[in-house]
T-cell receptor, first 111, second 115 residues
Framework: RKEVEQDPGPFNVPEGATVAFNCTYSNSASQSFFWYRQDCRKEPKLLMSVYSSGNEDGRFTAQLNRASQYISLLIRDSKLSDSATYLCVVNPNTGGFKTIFGAGTRLFVKA | DGGITQSPKYLFRKEGQNVTLSCEQNLNHDAMYWYRQDPGQGLRLIYYSQIVNDFQKGDIAEGYSVSREKKESFPLTVTSAQKNPTAFYLC??????????????FGPGTRLTVL
C-alpha cells in the first residue's frame, strides 16, 4: 500500500459543478496535511492546510478523518480556472521534516 | 521580493556529464528539499536538509548529491550515475517552528533533458 494515495483521475466536470477528491494515508501518526494545486508545467502552490476541525476558504472545503485516515477536498461552483492537478501532502511524523506527496488528481472543468 | 529561485529554467546535458542545479531562498527558511517529477507523476523526494551542514536522503537519492553550506542555498548535483535523469526538478523550503511542520514553498523548477 502506498503511503499516500489519491483518487485516480482525471475528473471532467461542467462549470458550476461540485467535485470532491479523497486522499488516504497509511501512517496513523501523521500530523500535518495539505492540499496543493499544480498547473501544467508549473510548481505546486499551497491551496489549503487541513486542520482537525476542517477548514473552508471560499468555494474550497478541506476535511480530515483521522479514524479512517483520509483527507478530502470539496470544490463548489467549479470555475474553468480550477482546472489543474490537486496534490495531497502528508507529513508522516517519522522524525524530521520528510513529506509525502500523492500522485495528484487531475481536474478538467469545461464550459 | 522574498522567494525561491532556481536556475537554470531549462538544462540540457550529454550522457556521462555531471550537472548542478541551483536553488536559493531568501525566506530565512530552515529546511530545504529537492524533488523530482516525471510526466504525469507525483513528486518524489530526492534529498532534504533541516539545518546547515546536514542533509538526509529521500526516497530516490541514488545518482544525486547535495550540499548545504549556507542556509540560503541547497544545490543539487545530478551525477552520471543517475541513469534516467530527464525530469522536472523542484526545490522547496519551509520554516521550522517549535517542531511544527509548516507548508512548503516551491521554486519555479528546472527542466533537465539528457541528450
Amino acid at each position: 500500500r502506498k503511503e499516500v494515495e489519491q483518487d485516480p483521475g482525471p475528473f471532467n466536470v461542467p462549470e458550476g459543478a461540485t467535485v470532491a477528491f479523497n486522499c488516504t494515508y497509511s501512517n496513523s501518526a501523521s500530523q500535518s496535511f495539505f492540499w496543493y494545486r499544480q498547473d501544467c508545467r508549473k510548481e505546486p502552490k499551497l491551496l489549503m492546510s487541513v486542520y482537525s476541525s476542517g477548514n473552508e476558504d471560499g468555494r474550497f472545503t478541506a476535511q480530515l478523518n483521522r479514524a479512517s485516515q483520509y483527507i478530502s477536498l470539496l470544490i463548489r461552483d467549479s470555475k474553468l480556472s480550477d482546472s489543474a492537478t490537486y496534490l495531497c501532502v502528508v507529513n508522516p511524523n517519522t522524525g524530521g521534516f520528510k513529506t509525502i506527496f500523492g500522485a495528484g488528481t487531475r481536474l478538467f472543468v469545461k464550459a | 521580493d522574498g522567494g525561491i529561485t532556481q536556475s537554470p529554467k531549462y538544462l540540457f546535458r550529454k550522457e556521462g556529464q555531471n550537472v548542478t542545479l541551483s536553488c536559493e531562498q531568501n525566506l530565512n527558511h530552515d529546511a530545504m528539499y529537492w524533488y523530482r517529477q516525471d510526466p504525469g507523476q507525483g513528486l518524489r523526494l530526492i534529498y532534504y536538509s533541516q539545518i546547515v551542514n546536514d542533509f538526509q536522503k529521500g526516497d530516490i537519492a541514488e545518482g544525486y548529491s547535495v550540499s548545504r553550506e549556507k542556509k540560503e542555498s541547497f544545490p543539487l548535483t545530478v551525477t552520471s550515475a543517475q541513469k534516467n535523469p530527464t525530469a522536472f526538478y523542484l526545490c522547496a523550503s519551509t520554516l521550522v517552528s517549535s517542531g511544527t511542520y509548516n507548508e512548503q514553498f516551491f521554486g519555479p523548477g528546472t527542466r533537465l533533458t539528457v541528450l
